[in-house]
């Protein structure tokens, strides 16, 4: 899959797992772990895998001055945790919001550099 196209992705998964977050809370449901969640989180961590695997390889090349390859891991662990986290109504509504919101904004930093090719800065 294209980068550009898989970072897209997972920025709207970023909003998808929010808009999860407080469906689950209105509803005041508990899914079913290995029905519903696993299956779900396993197919994002896919995505996640070869989105690390693509970026780690674009960093390399263009060596951007902003954007390195430790915050790509990072936005990838945090996105494989609440990705599940949100799914559950006890989960901290703070913190949860805080982390999607530092990847997105790492998602979309890399994607401006995607997309601009400006290595220097944005």
Request: aromatic fraction near 12%; charge should be neutral; charged fraction near 25%.
């Amino acid at each position: 899959m294209e980068l550009v196209k898989l970072t897209k992705q997972l920025i709207l998964e970023c909003e998808a797992s929010i808009n999860r977050f407080y469906k689950m809370r209105e509803m005041d449901a508990t899914p079913l772990f290995f029905d519903e969640v696993k299956p779900y989180a396993d197919k994002i961590q896919a995505l996640l895998i070869e989105f690390q695997q693509l970026a780690n390889q674009w960093i390399k090349e263009n060596n951007p001055k902003y954007m390195h390859e430790i915050q790509i891991s990072n936005a990838a662990d945090a996105m494989n945790q609440f990705i599940v986290q949100s799914f559950y109504k006890q989960t901290s509504k703070k913190r949860f919001i805080q982390s999607v919101q530092s990847v997105q904004y790492t998602l979309t930093t890399f994607l401006r550099y995607l997309e601009v090719g400006d290595k220097d800065g944005i």
